[in-house]
Nanobody
């Protein structure tokens, strides 16, 4: 099993920066891919950014150049540095982890990011 806990959300103004942190516990050594998803008001959950165990990254077009995903294997953490935030970035942000060895994925409970105009 893997447990994920997000932190770092809050209320900011457009143009501000925010850093989200996901802390993993449990069977973390077998985590392959980790990712951030978000779900805005009235929207479906969407992929924001992902990172593989060897550091390969992928970003949604809407956040490219503004958001940076990173991972610290020693601390079992993943971060999302969000710069130049826009009101449309307002959403609940979820941490996700995959363990391909058991073909399972895990979710955190989410952290709310609100960007005011």
């Amino acid at each position: 099993q893997v447990q994920l806990v997000e932190s770092g959300g809050g209320l900011v103004q457009a143009g501000d920066s925010l850093r989200l942190l996901c802390t993993a516990s449990g069977s973390t050594s077998t985590i392959n891919r980790m990712a951030w998803y978000r779900q805005g008001p009235g929207n479906q959950r969407e992929l924001v950014a992902s990172i593989t165990s060897d550091g390969g990254t992928n970003y949604a077009d809407s956040v490219k150049g503004r958001f940076t995903i990173s991972r610290d294997h020693a601390k079992n953490t993943m971060t999302l540095q969000m710069n130049s935030l826009k009101p449309e970035d307002t959403a609940v942000y979820y941490c996700n982890a995959e363990r391909s060895i058991v073909k399972r994925e895990y979710w955190g409970t989410g952290t709310l990011v609100t960007v005011s105009s």
